[in-house]
């Protein structure tokens, strides 16, 4: 596949262009031009991370390039057949459906890479079927979550514009897994756009287009990773809870998570079939079963909650601090070990001047529980260091960016409240 420099020039220019033009994006705060810089930022990185996985020892192992390889017929199948190519995402190629949280010869484990391959073959409609042109059009689409995200932790923050950009568009897992044609950008988006609704709606402005935003983007996060969609509930709910007193606002997340608690161990007592830990385990064996040079030696884990009890330390040190700097075995892993580093120190300042912060905002402690409990469940299944740099950026900005935004700029301020109620009715 070559560069078509012709076709992605134009699309470049294109979309830089409704860029200019969108309300969404001129209403953010954000300069257009650092904005449009942003952008083009992602698209670069979108084609360093597709050449880099063209490489001959990578080509056939990547995620992206099969997905390019197998949107080609779907392009065909559009131009000839559109409502075949529409029909045949809803349907199976197996006897039986499979399991919604089965991970193999399943209906909808497949949903969530043809729905991606789907996306390209539109894209390539457009690009004439190359890939480095496609990168435009997915870091657009992910663009629209990203300043939704960016909006939301403007309104309640206390630190400095740029800081709190850098902490969404530029940490370097993020901004590399994010960039390239993958779930990642696109997952963030729509997690993005759902809080952005929420938090409209919350504020009784539960417009058409809000609740239209946030059923459609939750829907498309479910099929793709449907244990992030249900991760997503009790965090909005507990945000919902919180928002409508005026303190004590961390109560309302402990009991909300307590009781999800409660009641995944009351539905587990109903079968193996309802017990989460049964699919947590296969997963984990999934993970296992493969063969990496970044594969982590762990304690057996089994589908129950003594086992799920004495493998937290592995998990969260697998989900938090993974790769150790001894495990370092290229450049790659040296970056991860020092963006692991980089989290730390900004989680010790965050700690530090967290006494100068009244009362936090349900926003960013919605964000905080949400990350974490995503991220402690990849611990107890991802059994590479490799692999979970990638699942844990998609988290990071949710944990990075709200601890930035409550770092007061100035110590002089270390007196205003992190919650501007007078910001909402502008964002």
Known sequence: ??????????????????????????????????????????????????????????????????????????????????????????????????????????????????????????????????????????????????????RLVKLYSISHQYLLLASIFLLPSFLFWGSGIHKDGLMFSALGLVLFSFQRIIKNDGTFKYWFTLIICFFFIFFVKNYIALALIPALLGWWLADRNQQRHEFYFIAVYSGFLLLIIMIAMMGSQFNALYYIVNKHNDFLSLNGNSAISVRPLSANTESAIFYLPTAIDIAFFRPHPFESKNIAYLLSFCEIAATLVITLIFIGSAKLNRLMPPFFICCFYFAFSILLLDGYIVTFSGAIVRYRSLMLPFLITPMIALIPEKRKRSGERSLNLKKEKVL
């Open 1 to 150: 596949m070559s560069f078509d420099a012709l076709s992605f020039g134009f699309y470049l220019l294109l979309f830089c262009f409704l860029i200019t033009r969108i309300p969404f994006f001129k209403n953010s705060g954000i300069v257009i031009w650092m904005l449009i810089a942003l952008y083009c930022t992602k698209v670069g990185v979108g084609v360093l991370y597709g050449l880099y996985f063209k490489s001959p020892l990578l080509l056939y192992k990547s995620d992206t390039w099969r997905y390019y390889r197998e949107s080609l017929p779907e392009t065909q199948l559009l131009l000839n057949n559109p409502i075949l190519f529409i029909k045949s995402l809803f349907s199976s190629n197996y006897a039986e459906t499979g399991g919604l949280f089965v991970s193999k010869n399943s209906y909808w484990n497949d949903l969530k890479d043809n729905i991606i391959i789907k996306l390209f073959a539109i894209c390539n409609v457009f690009s004439r079927n190359n890939y480095f042109t496609n990168t435009i059009f997915f870091n657009f689409l992910s663009l629209f979550g990203l300043v939704a995200y960016y």
